[in-house]
């Protein structure tokens, strides 16, 4: 799975840098490195429903420092199958 964060400006401000510090956080503690590969992007066209994430084809929209690892098991796991 390609897992991208957008790091465009108003995703920026609304906190990016600490969503993706806690999915690499989660990848490493659930050894998933070999199966997850993640990426920061520049704008992901959903600037109002930021911080934006694209795992693979599907969007996981309004993720922040609070909600990240709640978002990565809800959202992202169950897409890995």
């Known amino acids: 799975m390609i897992l991208k964060v957008c ?3 108003s995703c920026h401000l609304k906190g990016s840098y600490d969503v993706i510090d806690k999915f690499k956080s989660l990848i490493e503690s659930e050894k ?7 990426r920061a992007c520049f704008c ?4 109002s429903d930021g911080v934006a994430v694209k795992a693979d084809d599907t969007y996981i929209l309004n993720v922040n420092g609070q909600n990240a690892e709640e978002k990565f098991r809800n959202e992202i796991l ?4």
């Open 7 to 9: 790091v465009g400006s």
């Open 32 to 38: 998933l490195g070999d199966k997850i590969d993640l």
């Open 44 to 47: 992901l066209n959903r600037c």
């Open 78 to 81: 169950p897409l890995l199958g």
